[in-house]
């Protein structure tokens, strides 16, 4: 059973940065993309950043040059570097992990979320 587990999110000022992490356990046959998305309060999720299973990365125009998605194969685990936080960044932060497990259907996974709480 892979699950991914989240961590990092917290409250920054505005102009500060965090990193958000999210580790995956369980047996693991492939790995097409991860993501990162948020939910701001009150708006539907959306996508922020992604990384294919090759190193091929997109963001969001709203955090391009802020964010960077990255990746620890001996880990496996994902990261978001975001730098210089606006009040918009404020949101509830969630990895997305599409992959095909040892046993069963490739799919997309989803961690728990993480709030990010930006102050001005």
């Known amino acids: 059973q892979v699950q991914l587990v989240e961590s990092g999110g917290g409250l920054v000022q505005v102009g500060g940065s965090l990193r958000l992490s999210c580790a995956a356990s369980?047996?693991?046959?492939?790995?097409?993309?991860m993501s990162w998305h948020r939910q701001p309060p009150g708006k539907q999720r959306e996508l922020v950043a992604a990384m294919t299973g090759g190193g091929v990365t997109n963001y969001a125009d709203s955090v391009k040059g802020r964010f960077t998605i990255s990746r620890d194969t001996s880990k496996n685990t994902v990261y978001l570097q975001m730098n210089s936080l606006k009040p918009e960044d404020k949101a509830v932060y969630y990895c997305n992990w599409d992959l095909s497990p040892a046993i069963g259907p490739r799919r997309g996974y989803w961690g728990q979320g993480t709030q990010v709480t930006v102050s001005s």
């Open positions: 369980g047996s693991i046959f492939s790995i097409k993309a």
